[in-house]
Structure formats: C-alpha cells, structure tokens
C-alpha cells in the first residue's frame, strides 16, 4: 500500500518535472542562441555571417567574432566534445574563456594558450576537451592569421572558384596538455576571397545509407556559391546537407562562420 501511494505520487510528480524541463530546455536554448547570434560586427570591406545549429535541443559548438582595438576582426569558432546539456555547458566555459582572453593583446596562437590555462584543470576534471580554431583578419593588409587547437582549418576559395592552400596545423584541442603551445599562420587574403570556417558536423552528416558530406563534396560546393552573398551561401549549404541527408536525424551539430572580402577592399 506503501509503495502503492508513492508511485501515485511520482505520478503527479513527474508531469510536473518534464513541463519544468521542458520549459527550462527552451530557456536554456533561447540564451544560448542569443549568446551565438550576437550582433555582426560592422566591417566596410568584409561580409560575414555565421550560424549553428544544435543536433538537440542546445549544442556544443561555438562560434564569436569580436573587432580588436588595433581594427582586426577576431574570429573563433570550436567543437565541444558530446553533446546536449554538458556541451552546452562546456560551451559557455568556453565563451568566458575567449571574451577573457580579449583582455590580453594576444595572438591568436597566444590567445588559445591563454584559454587552454584557463579551462584546463576544469576540462581534465569532466574528462572532456574542445577543438579550438582561432583567426585574426586585417581588414587594411588583407591579412588572415590563423592558429588550430585540433580544429579544421577553414576552407578558402578565391574568385576564380579554386582553392587556396593552406599550411596544415595540428595543434593539441584545449584540455589535452596543460601547457600546449600553438603556432601562428598567415595567409594574404585577395580581392573576393571567401573563408569558410566550419565544425565536422556538416562534413560527417549522414544520408539514409550511412554515408558522409564529406570535405570533398563540401569544397565542390562552396565553389559553385562563391559569387552569392555569405547570407545566401549559409542557406544554400544549409539546403543541401537537408537535401542530402533527405530527413535523416541530425546527429552532430553543425555550425559554419563565413567571410568574404568586399568588392571595395583595400
């Protein structure tokens, strides 16, 4: 009889739990978008863009953009290992970790050893880590200078639709090594070039057969959009990993940051 009112009671109970959850799920969402949807920065000779979209409800990846005192344009997108509420989680650590790091004149290979200091000891206790690729880009020389924490490097296609080479990285993600040291690279941008930074979830996403996007299928892509507008090149791709994956559920989350250099550059 005992046993019997409890389980009337857990009854009551749980309704009750899953409309609190629920609600709190869509609150937890609603922030996080807002914190990933901030405000593009104003940029005469640049067209940017950049969106994520969680495999749940709330996700793991993050992307910033932030404008330096010297006039450089920050760029900073990661993946946080798993998935739903503890990505989520690790991906606002993160978010403190880069606005942080803003405080220091920094590099960008500089600014990952800053954050990798700052989120260690937090990452090893959760046993998780974060694939980190940070850029600044010179808005006066053109000049992209980009360092990997175990992140793809993005992906640049000039105005004739080729694609611009790029010195492979290989740096250790964020929470691997306490004292991980990172490398700067930097690449001269040209008139129309468009950079495309990305997270795996587009190039791993799956058709109802099991096979992937993939990085090669991606590249053709991008080469077909170069002339849109980076807007317009977000949805297309958007569209197409839709298309191809033809209602299969999303199983990781997929984030892209896109910019191009304007027709007024310098």
């Given at each position: 009889m005992f046993k019997n009112k409890i389980s009337d009671k857990n009854k009551r109970v749980n309704p009750e739990m899953d409309i609190t959850l629920a609600r709190e799920m869509k609150q937890a969402r609603n922030i996080q978008m807002k914190l990933l949807n901030a405000t593009k920065p104003e940029i005469g000779n640049a067209d940017i863009s950049g969106v994520s979209i969680p495999a749940r409800?709330?996700?793991?990846?993050?992307?910033?953009?932030?404008?330096?005192?010297?006039g450089k344009l920050r760029?900073?997108?990661?993946?946080?290992?798993?998935?739903?509420i503890p990505a989520a989680m690790l991906m606002i650590l993160t978010r403190g970790a880069f606005r942080s790091s803003l405080e220091f004149k920094a590099t960008p290979s500089e600014t990952l050893e800053v954050m990798n200091r700052s989120m260690y000891n937090d990452l090893k206790t959760l046993g998780s880590f974060v694939t980190l690729l940070c850029a600044d880009w010179d808005p006066d020389t053109n000049?992209?200078?980009?360092?990997?924490?175990?992140?793809?490097?993005?992906?640049?296609?000039?105005?004739?639709?080729?694609e611009r080479e790029l010195v492979k990285q290989s740096g250790v993600m964020i929470g691997g090594l306490a004292d991980s040291?990172?490398?700067?690279q930097t690449i001269t941008l040209s008139h129309q070039d468009m950079v495309f930074f990305y997270t795996d979830?587009?190039?791993?996403?799956?058709?109802?057969?099991g096979n992937l996007f993939r990085l090669p299928r991606l590249?053709?892509?991008?080469?077909?959009?170069?002339?849109f507008k980076t807007n317009e090149i977000e949805y297309s791709i958007k569209e197409e990993i839709d298309s191809f994956t033809n209602g299969i559920m999303q199983k990781d989350d997929i984030t892209m940051l896109i910019l191009k250099v304007n027709e007024n550059d310098k």
């Amino acid at each position: 009889m005992f046993k019997n009112k409890i389980s009337d009671k857990n009854k009551r109970v749980n309704p009750e739990m899953d409309i609190t959850l629920a609600r709190e799920m869509k609150q937890a969402r609603n922030i996080q978008m807002k914190l990933l949807n901030a405000t593009k920065p104003e940029i005469g000779n640049a067209d940017i863009s950049g969106v994520s979209i969680p495999a749940r409800l709330i996700g793991g990846d993050y992307f910033d953009f932030q404008t330096l005192p010297n006039g450089k344009l920050r760029i900073i997108i990661g993946d946080v290992m798993g998935k739903g509420i503890p990505a989520a989680m690790l991906m606002i650590l993160t978010r403190g970790a880069f606005r942080s790091s803003l405080e220091f004149k920094a590099t960008p290979s500089e600014t990952l050893e800053v954050m990798n200091r700052s989120m260690y000891n937090d990452l090893k206790t959760l046993g998780s880590f974060v694939t980190l690729l940070c850029a600044d880009w010179d808005p006066d020389t053109n000049a992209l200078t980009y360092s990997s924490a175990g992140h793809n490097l993005p992906i640049i296609v000039n105005k004739k639709s080729k694609e611009r080479e790029l010195v492979k990285q290989s740096g250790v993600m964020i929470g691997g090594l306490a004292d991980s040291r990172y490398i700067d690279q930097t690449i001269t941008l040209s008139h129309q070039d468009m950079v495309f930074f990305y997270t795996d979830g587009i190039i791993e996403a799956q058709d109802q057969h099991g096979n992937l996007f993939r990085l090669p299928r991606l590249v053709e892509l991008l080469k077909t959009l170069h002339h849109f507008k980076t807007n317009e090149i977000e949805y297309s791709i958007k569209e197409e990993i839709d298309s191809f994956t033809n209602g299969i559920m999303q199983k990781d989350d997929i984030t892209m940051l896109i910019l191009k250099v304007n027709e007024n550059d310098k």
